[in-house]
């Protein structure tokens, strides 16, 4: 669920060095505290701590660091990540993952429930209306709602995008929220979801896939939203201007009529090849494979898919993801 990894230096992004899961040192945090997860966004870092606390530091506006303010945190001294308060959750909360788009973040609780923040133009934050969360006192915690994904649904998991944001309910169906320009929120328009009243719950439909097939993870690019299903097979959506969505095209999927992501064909791996897990950047997406290989498509741009080159793979001009090799990582590995 790290999602974009455009880092910022100059808003304190990188607190005192790159955090990573379940490590210790990293960002400066309070003593002899341990990480047990880390997710960027555009400017902004989260982190879960060992006693599922979250901290988030870099750039401040909008929200989406939760503090109620929009100043930096991690950029100076008086505004280090070791003096920055936990994010307030609700009395008794906790998180249990966490992922960050481009200006918003979003937490899965302990009692399987979402809360999101920071930047809301799109309905980004599920909660049926434009404001921004988390940039003023009184925001967070309690006054925070839980997102209303339907009546007695809970979550496994979540995946953010750029601008949109994806859970993984308890009986395997997916719903999409936030800004759907490409389509990316996988109902076959290009409506936003949750920045009005009467669009959350039972309201917000369910991801439709093939017959038969349920998600077991998710995950979402800047414009784009995948899924690995039960067969281990892969389906992607929204923006595909570089072929992100694997289908030898740059067509996007979703956004229309006759688009629909049960209709549309799982990504062709190679001969026999399925997916174990996945994950997506900006505009490429990668997985790795049943023989514990990696492959990635989309948009090759500064070498990002690891063929010693930068052309895309997936686009209907270059390569194929069924040609194209594994990403070499060396004799052996």
């Known amino acids: ?9 100059f808003v304190g992004v990188l607190g005192v060095a790159t955090a990573r899961a379940d490590i210790s040192g990293g960002a400066s945090t309070p003593t002899s505290t341990r990480m047990r997860f880390v997710t960027t966004g555009d400017a902004h870092t989260c982190v879960i701590l060992d006693d ?3 901290r988030c530091f870099g750039l401040g506006s909008e929200g989406r660091l939760g503090s109620g303010a929009t100043a930096n945190i991690g950029d100076a001294a008086l505004r280090s990540v070791a003096s920055s308060a936990a994010i307030g959750l ?3 909360r906790t998180a249990r993952a966490i992922a960050a788009g ?3 973040t979003c937490a899965l609780l302990d009692d399987e429930t979402v809360k999101c923040w920071g930047y809301n133009a799109d309905g980004q934050l599920g909660l049926g209306g434009m404001d921004s969360r988390g940039d003023a006192a009184g925001e967070m915690g309690d006054s925070l709602a839980a997102i209303d994904l339907g009546v007695g649904r809970t979550v496994q998991q979540i995946a953010v995008g750029g601008f949109h944001s994806c859970a993984l309910l308890d009986n395997n169906a997916v719903k999409c929220w936030g800004r759907n320009a490409a389509g990316q929120l996988g109902y076959g328009d290009t409506s936003n979801r949750g920045d009005a009243a009467n669009e959350m719950g ?3 439909p369910a991801v439709q896939f093939p017959t038969g097939r349920t998600a077991r993870n998710i995950v979402a690019g800047a414009n784009h939203t995948c899924a ?3 067969d281990a097979s892969v389906i992607c959506w929204g923006a595909n201007e570089y072929g992100q969505l694997g289908q030898d095209s740059t067509s996007s999927i979703g956004d229309g009529v006759g688009e629909s992501v049960a209709s549309t064909p799982s990504i062709n791996l190679g001969t026999g090849r399925t ?3 996945l994950a997506a950047g900006d505009s490429h997406t990668c997985a790795i494979l049943d023989n514990y290989t990696v492959k990635c498509w989309g948009a090759g741009g500064n070498g990002r ?5 930068t052309a895309d793979i997936g686009d209907g001009i270059g390569s194929t993801i069924a040609s194209s090799s594994a990403v070499d990582l060396g004799t052996g590995r």
């Open 202 to 204: 039972s309201n917000l």
């Open 275 to 277: 997916a174990l897990a």
């Open 1 to 9: 669920m790290v999602l974009l990894t455009t880092l910022a230096f």
């Open 90 to 92: 609700g009395l008794r």
């Open 52 to 54: 599922y606390s979250v």
């Open 305 to 309: 898919l690891g063929t010693n080159d």
């Open 228 to 230: 690995l299903l039960d």
């Open 102 to 104: 481009s200006a918003h």
